[in-house]
């Protein structure tokens, strides 16, 4: 007989083991930015390949260095601020929280840091990347 509790562990050794603060914040931190980071580099391709084909601009991604730092820049560094600014609020003497009580990962446990520090950049970053894309399918039909 299997049920929620005996196909992962059962509830008691998760409440032990996996809700401690620091494991979580842990988790939620590298969660939170390594998810935000893979979003703005979703966008920094699209974009460096929007230039490419629709501007017809290749010089711009391949021989210029400052693009490949800024673009690093853009997409290493940014997503900490996000990060810094929810380890730096406490919401009821956490950082981080488990989301669901099945769903074992972290997310930042203030309502406003999750909104505006996780999920609204990322839907902001692949917003942007998936029109462009769109922008570059529709272009490569209308030419070939």
Known sequence: MTGREKAFCDDEYR???Y???TFCTIQGTFVHYLTLSTAFWFFCYTFSVYVTVVRNRPQWILRNRRTHVIQGLVCWLIPLI???VTLSVEHER???HWAREDLFVCTPADDNMFYYGLVLPIQ???GSGTTLLFIIINFVQSVS
């Open 15 to 17: 409440r032990t083991r």
């Open 19 to 21: 809700t401690e603060t």
């Open 82 to 84: 996000p990060v810094i």
């Open 94 to 96: 956490k950082h981080y």
């Open 124 to 126: 902001l970053a692949m």
